[in-house]
């Protein structure tokens, strides 16, 4: 496993610039998700570090070496797509072999064997190791894809939604596993994703990205607690932050505008919030409110019951501001 390291990265499709002056460093045995919406610049950042993309300008160092003019195979990365793409043909134990029996790895069968047995273990598919891939379901499609890279030992691992087209359950199962791998094996990984979850839970560091560009890159802690403007405040927390004008509670303000995670809204005293609605999702309560005409959302405690239209009182806890543009004051 190595650091690698991009300094000031662009690449622009026509007039498409896809990836905008980008410097980030993935540390050794770091977990680091980029998360960004569609369009952000994710697909083709992890495509430009393992080289199916060139650069425009800028450098990409893995292991301190500029890997600029080097191929995909000889950067050593490991990619693991969206889609699954694996030999139809082949059986499922040969599928996850295949990578360990490139000519320049001289991997003992051995040694494969037992590899490809842990592995189809963790991805809780040892029962299906001699169906052909063409007898499998989508998701254990998409697993075999992710074994093929994992049973690499690669540079680093570049991971594109690995886990978009499973069920909820699996999706949760394989967030875990892929997190405990990573820790245990030290490994260096970058993933994208849109899945806040995802970012939350298995990043060291998260880099969001907006229209190409790095706008915050940080811990999930950082990103989620101090971020540097309405985009990146909107990225990560469910129900979204609330993002008010801030002359709608009294007081000083830094701010042209107050953004308040639902969590950070006290009820008792303040402003008057009429009841919209109240959901019940079982682990939380959610909580529509309306005030002078802006929706705002805050959790609640399930077991307090709201008659729809009860006037209800809060105020802002540890709000964070923004300026009318949405970059971060205070
Ligand atoms: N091969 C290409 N030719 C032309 N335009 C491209 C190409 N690849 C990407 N783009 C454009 O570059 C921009 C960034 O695309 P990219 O796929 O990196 O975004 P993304 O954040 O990965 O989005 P998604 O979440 O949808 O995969 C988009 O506007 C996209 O249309």
């Known amino acids: 496993m190595a650091e690698v390291t991009l300094s000031n990265v662009s690449k622009a499709f026509g007039k498409?610039?896809?990836?905008?002056?980008?410097?980030?460093?993935?540390?050794?045995?770091?977990f680091v998700v980029?998360?960004?919406?569609?369009?952000?610049?994710?697909t083709t950042t992890l495509r430009l570090i393992s080289g199916l993309e060139k650069l425009d300008a800028g450098?990409?160092?893995?292991?301190?070496?500029?890997v600029g003019q080097d191929t995909p195979a000889q950067r050593d990365v490991a990619m693991v797509f969206q889609q699954y793409s694996l030999y139809?043909?082949?059986t499922v134990r040969d599928n996850l072999a295949f990578p360990l029996r490139s000519p320049i790895l001289k991997t003992p069968e051995d040694e494969i064997a037992r590899k490809v047995h842990e592995i189809a273990e963790v991805l809780q598919i040892p029962h299906k190791l001699d169906n052909k891939a063409t007898e499998l379901s989508g998701g254990e499609m998409q697993r075999v894809s992710i074994g093929r890279a994992l049973v690499r030992d690669p540079s680093i691992y570049l991971m594109d939604e690995p886990l978009s087209s499973l069920d909820a359950k699996l999706r949760a199962d394989l967030r875990v596993?892929?997190?405990?791998?990573?820790?245990?094996?030290g490994s260096t990984l970058l993933y994208v994703t849109h899945d806040q979850v995802e970012a939350m839970t298995m990043a060291n560091k998260i880099g969001v990205l907006e229209e190409g560009r790095l706008v915050q890159f940080g811990t999930p802690k950082e990103i989620y607690e101090d971020p540097v403007s309405v985009y990146v405040a909107s990225r990560l927390g469910l129900p979204r932050i609330n993002i008010l004008?801030?002359?709608?509670?009294?007081?000083?303000?830094?701010?042209?505008?107050i953004g308040l995670r639902p969590e950070n809204i006290r009820q008792g005293d303040g402003v008057e919030a009429r009841v919209v609605r109240a959901e019940h999702l079982g682990d939380q309560t959610r909580l529509h409110l309306d005030v002078q005409g802006h929706a705002?959302?805050?959790?609640?405690?399930?077991?307090?019951?709201?008659?729809?239209d009860a006037m209800i009182r809060i105020s802002p806890q540890n709000p964070l501001y923004f300026d009318a543009q949405g970059a971060r004051v205070a």
Do not use: C, N, W
């Open 245 to 257: 004008p801030s002359g709608l509670f009294p007081g000083a303000h830094k701010g042209a505008q």
């Open 177 to 185: 596993e892929l997190k405990r791998i990573q820790a245990e094996l």
């Open 16 to 30: 498409t610039q896809a990836v905008s002056d980008i410097s980030m460093t993935i540390g050794d045995g770091e």
């Open 296 to 308: 705002i959302t805050t959790l609640t405690d399930p077991h307090r019951t709201y008659s729809s």
């Open 88 to 90: 139809p043909h082949l």
């Open 34 to 42: 980029l998360l960004g919406p569609t369009g952000a610049g994710k």
């Open 59 to 66: 450098s990409v160092h893995i292991g301190g070496r500029d």
